[in-house]
Each structure stands twice: as structure tokens, then as C-alpha cells.
């Protein structure tokens, strides 16, 4: 598809060109365009048709974006901004340098302007910053031939049409009727008598997260947002509660592997941000894993009596890490779609008590004869080695287990709660159980 | 809400339980329903408003479902069959044992009977497997009154009106119309003359990922499937390609950890089964893990001589491991959200030798102070932990960075070259690069 696009480029065929996009879905023509050496993309971009290049221009990424209306002239600034719903001009504009932003909503309609200058104020991840004002409205005397005279004459600029909401002269919001009930309604039935009075509503500063969540369990198509009077002020569409619900996940992924989350992709991010995400946890984590270290020099007798104990650190600390890690993220994202909740707690750790005791078992037995045949060790070293593990095995499957749970209880992210802090605690105690072990069992 | 309705039943309250339930949310109400004892939910079912019964009985989990079967009479369970979509019987049918699915078959009208063997019939995680059958399709020379007309008379059971299919009478998809079209376009206009050509479509055998990954890419609502010869036979909606997208992501979270996955909610999991997802991959790690104690076996002398570098180990092993983990678990969703792909590799590590040289310095020379003030090794010493702490960690990114995206080329799940198979390769390097280091340096 890129080769063909620079090809025509090349040999200046721009009316085969137009004649080629107009033909291509928007995401495709956005992910095309941004291929293409950024000195050429006011050129393609003005080749397409009118109504097609303000849904390219929302597929693309900031930095086109950016590059694209410094390269506009006002009035080509004004044609796209026209075609935007207030939603993603939202998006635009939070991605954008000041000087950017001043000229767009300069170019942009007063009334739009308002409203974006409203959704603007309300905190990142809100529900209020994520929604869209464009909804259709109706009251509930109006019969269904009213409402799709309305829907006829609105709907056009609206980001759905198939939710629509009754609202109260105070913009209270009564009830919601979709266009299905109207098409499925005889023509002269009210809107009070057939709409849906048990409405989902988010409000406007609740975290986005509980949108997506609602999407989720609801199976719902938008989401009204309404204030704290209640009073409807947006909606959310399911296409938004999608991206908001992939980025949950990226942020959770991030967490759990000990970044601080970024919503930027991650070839856009620049080295020194890559880095102050990374290092303070970095940072946190190596000096807690001193204390280890501490734990290692304080058996040090015990080591120089039986040095070959010391090749079997790295093993037992991995295993202990990897068998804390896999309870802690199975119960982390238990906890965040909510498959456990605090309360079950004890069922968890009773649960994992008996895995890790399954677990500790078999690895202890593989291990026994694998030191007996084929690094003959002796039964003794050996012994120590394996117990050791079954009740490292053990404590970390607890640890990880709990960790999470504790966290969200006292309303920290259970994600941090991941392999790296678990690996730490539990390096530490394993140790103390093998020296503790090995002064039992080997008299060292 | 729980305690509400336990209440209402023990005081044998049942017309206000009626008419509490009748105000909410089937979702909510499913969720209050398996909460109950398992005794009481035939009764509770019962109670529901018939138009309430089956969508309550969608929401709830499979053994649930499977206990009210088993108490419904045929007829009740006929009732409930009748209201199903197809794909949500097929959700069902597949979490069933042998005998349920027979009685359920047996009562389904036998043209769905016949959609619902069809749809079994496609491989598990294909697009066939998760779509439903029931949408509007139209022809092109039905005009926007015929089609409303058709939508009319058969949309009521279909799972979404909203996006219609052109079709010929082959079958063989031609273009889709939303509704909004049909709202917004002349009376008389034909389906041809208003409908989108340029269709995005999946077919049948694709991995559901695909259409999920569609879903965001697009912004779609609903996806049509086609078969092999580009014949449309069913579609998919929004809130299913939301499910595909959340089991997607906790497929990749699992693998992350070392599991094999599952899409069993983790309290309904059994203590042997949960073993079995786990052990395995415990066990390969453990292995690979010994060949770590090998290296320092071999450095035993190194050891006797500064028995202190000892106590290092674990801080060294667990930050290389940290490291290596941050750049794993990024590059996987980077490439899994499609932000970075094969042909990205060099500029990958590029970007992560920078950022491994920013976070070794800083974590090197916090290390350096530390252990000249704190731990008082001396200044060769220290300079042995720190310049291996640095090359580690280079190491530890360029690993991290490189194998995901290599075992991605390769065919294989990127996801598993996440912390845990990083952590070992990365440790046993570690200690290679430690004791030259130590034998350049300290001389032993």
C-alpha cells in the first residue's frame, strides 16, 4: 500500500492517488500517511476528499497532527476543526505545545470552544475528560415521530444516534430510550412511556477506569456522564471505553513489571523519560536487595564451612521469586476484574497454601534426585536444599498472594505488588530459611 | 442489596422481591443471584418478570447456569432457550457437561439447533467460534422504507439492528448500512445507491485476536464474518470483541508470569488444575537455574579468596533481573499493542543501550557512595560490584529488548520471554561478568 502511494507520489499521478485513498478506511490512510517522509504529508493529505481527511486526521498520531496544522492555513485549520467531535479535539489539543493549542481554539467555533474549554478543566482520567457533548437529547412528551425529527435533524454532528436521553428542563436526566425501542414503538407512543428509567450513569469526576469496568459488566453501548445534581452534561461511546480499557491494561502491565505507566508509545518516548520511569524503582529495589546481601555476609561462617552451599543461591532465590510472581500477578488481575475481592481472602491463602505445598512437592522431589545422581552432593546437603525450597515455596505462594490483596485494601495499587517487590521479600527470607535449615540439618 | 433480597425471601416476602428485582440491572441482579445459597436460586429465578429471566441467566457464571438447568422442567428451560442469542447459547453449551448439552439441544428449536452445531464446529479462538448469526441483511434494490420495513419486522431478535449487511443472493456480502444512513438518506433511495462499499471483514477461521484488534483499529460496532468465499455468515459486536480483548490481555499477563493460561476465573479453578498451569514451568526454570549455581561452583576459588563478594550476589542477580524484566515487559505490549514491530529492532536497541547507560551510571554510582561510606569494602571492591553492575545491566535491556521481538519472527508467543526466562539467562551472566571482573580487578 506505501510503496504504491510514493510510487504515484513519485510519478506526480495525484489523481490516481485521490481516486486510491478515497477508496482506503480512514485508519489505514492515517497509518499510510505517517509512513511517509513528513515533508510529503500536507501534500497527500490535501489530495484527499474533503469529507474523508478530518476522520484521517483524528487516526493519526500527535506528531503528524502537529506537523499537519502547522502546515495549515487558517481556513484549512478551520475545515477540520468543523468536522472534529469535541471529544477527540480534546484528545488533540492535551497533546499538543501551548502555541499549538492557542491556534486551534482560536480557529475554533465559540460554542465548541466553551465546551472543550469545559471538558479540559476536569482531571486527567476523569470520566469528565474522557466523554463527549455530542448526544441527542429529547424530553419525555415528545411522541416517536418527534424524536426522529429530531434525530433527523441533529443527528448528523452526533457521535452515536442509537442512545439517545430524556432529559428534565433542568437537563436532569429521566431515562434513556434507543432507537431500536423507537423503530420497534408505535409512531405516536411518548418518550416517558417507553423508556428505560434504570439507567447506568457514571459521574463526571469518577475515575475512567469505572467507565470501562461499567462497559464491561453492562454490556452498554455509551455511558451517560452526569454532575453532581445529576444534571447530564456527556456520554461515552463503547470505542472510547475500549482504548480507556487497553490502557488499564498497559498501565497494570507496566506496574507490574516496576515502571512508572506512560501513555506514550513506547518508540515516541525519549531516552531520558524511558529512564526516569525506570530508575527510582530500580533504585528502591537494589537497596532493598542489600539487605539480602546483609543476610548472606551474616552466614558467612557457615558458607566458608560449606562452600558448595553457596551454588545453590541462585536457584533457590529464582525459584522462590518465580513461585511468588505467578501468585502475585494471577491474584492482581483476579483483583482487577474483579474475580476476588478482600473478602476472600482466607480462601485465597488456603487455596495457594495447598498449590505451593503440590508445587513445593514436586520440585523438591525432581531436585532431590537430580543433587543425589548427578551432582552427588550427599543426602545431607541435599536434604537442606530441598526442604528449604518446599518452604520457600510456600512463603513466597503466601506473600504473593496477600501482598495484592493488603495493598487494595488500604487503597495502593495491588500491581505494584508484582514479581520484582515479591522476588525481593522473598530472597530474603529464603535465604534465612536455608542457613537456618542447613545449621539443623548440616550442624553449620 | 444481597442482605435486601435475603431478607425479602426469609420473611417470604416474594411479590416485593418481585418487584425490587424487576427495577434492576439483569447483570446486578445475576450478580446477587449467585451469591445466594445455591438452594434458593431456582426460587429466586422464578420470582424474575419472565422478560427479565433469560438475560439475568446470560450474565451468570457456568455453574450457576448449570445447577437452574438441571432444576428447570423442560419447558421452563424452553422458555429460556427461546430468548437466547445464538452466540450466547453457544457460550453456554461449551461450559456444560455431556448430559446438559443433550437436554439443551434437544429443547432448542431445530433451526437454531442447526446454527449452534455449526458454530461448535469452528475452532476454538477462531471468529466463527465467538460470532452470533442473528443480524439484518438487505438487498441492494430495497429501498430506506423497505429496509426499514425489514428491520421492523425482524429486528427485534437480532443482536444488534444498528449496522445492516448487503447481501446478493448468493449470500456474498456487498456493503453495510448503519441506521444513521438510513435515518439521514431520502425515503426512496436504494440500498446500493447508500451503501458502504468498502467493508472491513474477517472471516471465519481468523484468531479472534484479529477481530478484536479490528475492533480498536477500526472503531467498529459490529464486524461481519464471511466464509471462505466471502458469503457473510454471522457477525460480531462491540461487547464481545471487548471480552476477546480483556481474555487477550490476561492470556499475556499469565504467560508473563510463567503460566500456562486460562480463562477460568481464579476461585473457580481447581487446587491440581492450578498446579498444572504452574508446575511446569517452575520445573524448566528450576533446571536452567542450576546451571547458574555451575558458575559459581567454578568460581569457588574466587570466593574462598573474598568470601565478601559473596554477599553481593543476590543485589546484582535482582537488579539484573529488574532491568532486564522493565525492557522485556515493555517491548511485549509495545508489540503486542503493534507500536513497535520486527523491522523496529535496531532502532529498539539503540534506544535501550541508551537508556541501560543512564540507569547502570545512576544505579552504579548510588552503589559506589553507598559502599564506600556504608559498607566500607574498599574502593576495588567496589569497583568490581559497580562496573558489573553496570555491563549487567546493558546486558540485562539488550536481552530483554532483542528476545521478544526475535521470538516473535520465529512464530513463537513473545510474552513468554518475559521476567522469569529473562531473570535466569540474565543471572547467569551476571555472575560470569562478576567474577572476570573481580579476577581483572581483585586479582583472585
Redesign the interface.
Known sequence: MYEKVIELLEQKKYHELKSMLA???E?DIASVLMELPQETLPLVYRILPKELAAEVFVNMESDAQEFLIKAFSDSELREVLDELYVDDAVDIIEEMPANVVKRILMHTDPVVRKSINEILKYPEDSAGSIMTIEYVDLKKYMTVDDA?TR??RT??DKET??ICYVTDDNRKLLGLVT??DL??SDKSKKMFEIMET?V?SVTTLEDKEIVADK?????L?AIPVVDQEERLVGIVT??D???V??DE??E???K????TPTDK???KMG??E??KK??P???L???S??F???I??SF?DA??AQ??L??????L???G???G??S????I??LS?G??RFG?IF??IW?EF??AL??GV??AI??FG?LMLFDRVGVLVSLTVCLTMLFTIVFAKFVGATLPILAKKIGFDPAVM???FI??IV?AIS?IIYFKTAGLILGV
Chains 1, 2 share one sequence.
Open positions: 477508496d482506503m478506511n485508519a426522529f434525530i433527523r443527528g448528523v444516534i442509537y432507537v431500536k423503530l420497534l434504570n447506568i462497559f464491561q459488566k453492562y454490556d453501548m463503547f470505542d471505553a475500549m482504548d480499557l487497553q491494561n498497559t497494570d502491565i507496566e507490574m513489571a516496576a515502571i508509545p513506547y518508540l531516552i531520558v524511558t529512564w525506570r530508575v524503582w530500580l533504585l529495589l537494589m537497596v536487595a542489600t539480602t546481601g546483609k548472606i555476609t558467612e558458607l566458608q562452600i558448595v553457596t551454588s545453590f543461591i541462585p536457584m532465590m529464582d525459584t521469586g518465580n513461585c510472581g505467578q502475585s500477578v494471577t491474584i488481575r483476579a476484574l474475580d476476588v476472600d480462601k485465597v487455596k495447598r498449590v503440590l508445587c514436586t520440585l525432581v531436585n537430580k508484582a514479581s520484582p522476588t525481593t530472597d535465604l
